[in-house]
């Protein structure tokens, strides 16, 4: 079954500055890449995803990269602000099913 | 346009009770999806339901677990006698599920505290 890593874990950047998690999967089946955000005691909620049939997606200061060949997908928030602290999460979805999550990062924006 | 619907917010049972978690997914929607989340930890496939069938349990344990997505009403997690274990957030998905990508909206999760 599909295996997604996640890293870094944990990321602390100055206010203003990028922000980049990546996660590989192993499931070559797997087609549809989203990215949740997750405060703490809160939904996850959907901020950005990608299909297989693009290699990047990009929504105001957040964009998303796939490389298919590597097995690898990426998360890059530009000009970071407090709010954007939070636990972020990718995860891999074969062909219509179950999402099967990355262990998440937390992201800590200080100003 | 309601979103994903969940209730209880939070349940608390003692050990040996049953725990009864309800999930109504977005209008239009007819695929849900159930996950558990432990402290400070990821989210975990647990079953993937369409109405009455269920397409996928393998992230279900074996015992004590089941999942229905009755023709009406909402789909219900149903946890037969609990143990300590098994406190978790539980959130559900709902999903269109009109193409083959699976783009999933999440409800306001089940807090489930077993003392």
């Known amino acids: 079954g599909e295996n997604v890593e996640q890293h870094p874990s944990t990321l602390s950047v100055q206010e203003g500055d990028s922000a980049v998690i990546k996660c590989t999967y192993s499931?070559?089946?797997?087609?549809?890449f989203p990215w949740y955000k997750q405060e703490l005691g809160k939904r996850p909620q959907l901020i950005i995803d990608i299909r297989s049939n693009v290699g990047e997606k990009k929504d105001q200061r957040i964009a998303v990269t796939l490389n298919k060949t590597a097995k690898h997908f990426s998360l890059h928030i530009t000009e970071t602000q407090p709010e954007d602290s939070a636990v972020y999460f990718c995860a891999a979805s074969p062909m219509g099913t179950a999402l099967i999550f990355g262990k998440g990062t937390t992201l800590s924006v200080s100003s | 346009n309601a979103g994903v619907m969940q209730n209880p917010r939070h349940l608390v049972r003692r050990r040996g009770q049953e725990a009864r978690l309800r999930c109504s997914p977005m209008?239009?929607?007819?695929?849900v999806y159930w996950y558990r989340q432990l402290p400070e930890e990821g989210l975990k496939f647990m079953v993937y339901?369409?109405?009455?069938?269920?397409?996928?349990e393998s992230g279900m344990p074996k015992e004590r677990f089941s999942a229905e997505f009755p023709k009406e009403g909402p789909s219900i997690l149903r946890i037969q006698q609990v143990v300590r274990g098994d406190s978790a957030a539980y959130f559900c998905a709902s999903s269109p599920g009109t193409d083959s990508y699976n783009e999933q909206f999440f409800g306001p999760g089940t807090r489930l505290t077993v003392l």
């Open positions: 209008k239009g929607h007819s695929h």
């Open positions: 499931d070559s089946a797997s087609n549809y």
């Open positions: 339901l369409q109405k009455e069938n269920i397409i996928d």
